[in-house]
């Protein structure tokens, strides 16, 4: 039976030192950095700026630690460059949060709109961890709408809004907004050295081959609905049939 939790009221980053939060940002995109300062002040958090790295321009060839091989061979087709900046981003973000010593590192992706309780659940989600006898899980997925395969393990309650803790056997899709311990970020630093798969997918195999992955329902960080900036430039070929090997589609039933 998952167990009852009641969420503190806002307490903000000063309250939170056991907390490193992360914002991956464009150098290009200042309006969304913008966008989302102001969200975040709201809840009185303060983050650290990450700039994030801006490959769709690049030749994929040339990035150091892209494994194309890999990438035809387990996602069926070629990453486009922009796949694989954001890819580095996030790893770029998880070496700042390990190098932080926090305990837990909240990485956001730049067009976040959270709830207005957001920060509230995310400080029930430490405390409620910190409570308990073992460190069982990696990373919680807070922006994840579509949910499927998981079993409730706690329920927080804030001003008669509720929000569910689940066990995510079958890890979702997106990265808007991760929570991840300190132990399984550098779990997945030391595991990953070559990229071939996207890192919402990445993030997808690992943790539903561990079971270490959770959820939250409802999403505490939707988006803005800001257009994408990992896919290649106007003109070029959509991302979902660049590079495609024959057997695409066979593989991804595969994955999935």
Not at 168 to 173: D, G, L, R, V, W
Not at 198 to 219: E, F, I, K, Q, Y
Request: with cysteine; proline share 4%; hydrophobic share 45%.
């Amino acid at each position: 039976m998952a167990r009852r939790v009641r969420a503190a009221g806002c307490l903000g980053l000063g309250a939170m030192p056991d907390l490193a939060v992360f914002l991956i940002n464009l150098d290009d995109a200042p309006s969304r950095l913008k966008a989302a300062q102001v969200a975040l002040s709201v809840q009185n958090t303060q983050f650290e700026r990450v700039p994030g790295v801006d490959g769709r321009a690049f030749d994929p060839a040339t990035i150091p630690g892209y494994d194309a091989d890999g990438a035809r061979r387990y996602f069926g087709r070629d990453l486009n460059g922009g796949e694989i900046g954001a890819f580095q981003s996030h790893l770029r973000a998880l070496e700042r949060f390990v190098a932080s010593g926090a305990a837990y590192g909240l990485i956001l992706e730049d067009d976040i709109d959270p709830d207005a309780g957001a920060m509230d659940f995310v400080r029930a989600i430490i405390d409620w961890q910190r409570g308990r006898f073992a460190q069982d899980w990696h990373v919680a997925n807070l922006g994840a709408k579509r949910q499927k395969i998981t079993t409730d393990v706690a329920v927080f309650e804030r001003g008669g809004t509720e929000a569910v803790l689940r066990r995510a056997h079958y890890f979702p899709m997106l990265a808007t907004a991760l929570l991840w311990t300190r132990q399984g970020a550098q779990a997945f630093l030391d595991q990953h050295a070559a990229i071939d798969c996207p890192w919402d997918n990445a993030l997808r195999r690992w943790l539903t081959a561990n079971d270490a992955g959770l959820v939250v329902s409802p999403c505490l960080f939707g988006t803005t609905g800001a257009s994408s900036q990992i896919d290649p430039a106007k003109g070029t070929a959509l991302r979902s049939r660049e590079g495609r090997v024959r057997t695409y589609r066979l593989r991804r039933m595969r994955r999935q």
